[in-house]
């Protein structure tokens, strides 16, 4: 298996831009999440899926961030516009069942200038 | 809320010394704990875990024992290598609900020197 795909790995943009994290989750788990990690907050859950459908967005920072999940292979966490402050690097996590192993992708490591 | 402390690193260690990280926290019900490594430059994998009260989880060479009546998981490893330089993570799962939700502890820096 292929484990948890992101793209890109690294992204540098600037301020006000538009910015899109791509996942796409190992084949058959139901469950995904996003994490957002920074030196000063640490991991922080952002929002989770269940068969596609948002469960829990309470760890959004605000209504610049937004994520969708149109399939069960596919997710994006978009950031429009972008400030210097979302600077971090966002990980993504699938899980097969709701009490199983969360397995992380690689990571992408973002720098809004 | 439920919530994970460890210990504040970085921890710097000579190759075989021995290794303990402290892990405590807080939550209601009944939650499974996670130990997780990030090396560098990689996304978190699971070390080990453990389900329920007096439960020992292991993996290559570390262990934590799931003690409730001191709300610990406290990682160790009797010989630390230089490979085992990277990031360690506490983490709990489902104190109350179990939504599936990991809440993480602020990670701590293992240094191991030759």
């Known amino acids: 298996d292929a484990g948890v795909i992101q793209s890109p790995r690294h992204e540098v943009t600037e301020m006000g831009q538009e910015v899109t994290l791509r996942c796409k989750p190992i084949?058959?788990?139901?469950?995904l999440f996003w994490y957002r990690q920074t030196m000063m907050r640490g991991l922080e859950l952002l929002i989770y899926?269940?068969?596609?459908?948002?469960?829990?967005d309470s760890g959004m920072p605000e209504d610049r961030f937004s994520a969708k999940m149109p399939n069960a292979s596919f997710s994006t966490l978009k950031i429009q516009p972008s400030e210097p402050r979302d600077s971090a690097v966002y990980f993504c996590?699938?899980?097969?069942?709701?009490?199983?192993?969360?397995?992380f992708g690689p990571g992408t490591r973002l720098l809004v200038l | 809320g439920d919530s994970v402390t460890q210990m504040e690193g970085p921890v710097t260690l000579s190759e075989e010394a021995f290794l303990t990280i402290n892990c405590t926290y807080t939550a209601t019900g009944y939650p499974s704990l996670f130990w997780y490594v990030q090396y560098p430059g990689e996304g978190l994998q699971l070390l080990l875990k453990?389900?329920?009260?007096?439960d020992k989880g292991s993996n290559k060479g570390f262990e934590a024992t799931y003690r409730k009546e001191t709300t610990s998981f406290h990682l160790e490893k009797g010989s630390v290598q230089v490979s085992d330089s990277a990031v360690y993570f506490c983490a709990l799962r489902g104190g109350s609900g179990n939504t599936g939700k990991l809440i993480f502890g602020q990670g701590t820096t293992l240094q191991v020197k030759p």
């Open positions: 996590a699938s899980s097969l069942y709701r009490g199983e192993t969360q397995y």
């Open positions: 453990a389900t329920k009260a007096d």
């Open positions: 084949s058959g788990h139901d469950y």
């Open positions: 899926f269940n068969n596609n459908v948002p469960i829990d």
